[in-house]
């Protein structure tokens, strides 16, 4: 029976820990607050989140030894500790990173479904059954550098395939012998 509370327990606190660390990102992120959470297991497992790092928060807001060369941390974990300053502006560049990122996804997505749609309506028009048979002159520039990466992809999915294939009908075959 001790075996089943022990697993409820560790069950529960990565379910609290979840999200204790998700309300600290959402308060870290939405009012610009710096945070740090540490929360160990019931088995001695420390778990953290800071915002914008653990190690800038508490290298700000908690004293840390009077001699030593300022670039060197407090905190023995992280030797080479930044500044809330520094690990903000860090932070900022990474969301910057992946704002950047995800209007560049955005933005491909927008040119494959073109493509796909041109490449269908030329397969409708000229009565071809599967996409691949489609006359690569009818494409333009664009449609081209897709329709090549479209094609090797098929290549290789066709690939895996038939290697899994193969590679369960060779111990039938010994098998058989």
């Given at each position: 029976m001790v075996k089943g509370s022990e697993a409820?327990?560790?069950s529960c606190f990565n379910q609290r820990c979840s999200t204790l660390f998700s309300m600290a990102r959402r308060l870290s992120e939405d009012c610009g607050a710096h945070i740090a959470v540490v929360a160990i297991s019931p088995s001695g497992e420390p778990h953290a989140f800071g915002g914008p790092t653990v190690d800038s928060v508490l290298r700000a807001?908690?004293?840390g030894p009077a001699s030593g060369p300022p670039s060197a941390s407090p905190f023995p974990c992280c030797p080479s500790a930044e500044t809330v300053?520094?690990?903000a502006a860090r932070v900022a560049g990474m969301r910057?990173?992946?704002?950047?990122?995800e209007a560049l996804v955005a933005s491909e997505y927008a040119l494959l479904a073109a493509v796909a749609k041109k490449i269908k309506a030329i397969q409708?028009?000229?009565?071809k059954r599967n996409w691949w048979e489609v006359d690569v002159h009818t494409l333009g520039e664009e449609e081209l550098p897709v329709f090549t990466k479209a094609l090797e992809m098929l290549r290789a999915d066709v690939r895996r395939r038939v290697d899994a294939m193969v590679s369960v009908r060779q111990p039938l075959l010994q098998w058989k012998k």
């Open positions: 409820r327990r560790r807001y908690l004293p300053g520094e690990a910057r990173q992946v704002e950047e990122t409708a028009r000229t009565g």
